[in-house]
């Protein structure tokens, strides 16, 4: 069983910057190193969208285009910790995000079997 749980959300000024962390169980005979791990979010009334996704040892990284060149997905393995950290926060970016972790590199929310709780980010105009 994985386990996964969020801190870091709340509320941040447009243009303002915040730190989602993302702290991972492992279940015995496994690694934290053999996982993908994603970042996705869900504003009411929509769709959960694909944020950002980091391979299993950071080789690769791949962002949607609506928070290319403010976010950036990291991961520290011998921590079993994942991170985003969001820059230049605009008020659609208000939504509930969730950390997600699964054995294959995808956007998609389908390929990964484990998700956290989600953590609140609000950014006021």
């Known amino acids: 069983q994985v386990q996964l749980t969020e801190s870091g959300g709340g509320t941040v000024a447009a243009g303002g910057s915040l730190t989602l962390s993302c702290e991972s169980t492992v279940p015995a005979g496994r690694t934290f190193s053999e996982f993908v791990m994603a970042w996705f979010r869900q504003a009411p009334g929509k769709e959960r969208e694909f944020v950002a996704t980091i391979s299993q040892k950071g080789w690769s990284i791949r962002y949607a285009d609506s928070v290319k060149g403010r976010y950036s997905i990291s991961r520290n393995n011998p921590n079993n910790m994942a991170y985003l950290q969001m820059n230049t926060l605009k008020p659609e970016d208000t939504a509930v995000y969730y950390c997600?972790?699964?054995?294959?590199?995808?956007?998609?929310?389908?390929?990964?079997?484990?998700w956290g709780q989600g953590t609140q980010v609000t950014v006021s105009s």
């Open positions: 997600a972790s699964g054995d294959t590199f995808s956007t998609g929310p389908h390929a990964y079997a484990y």
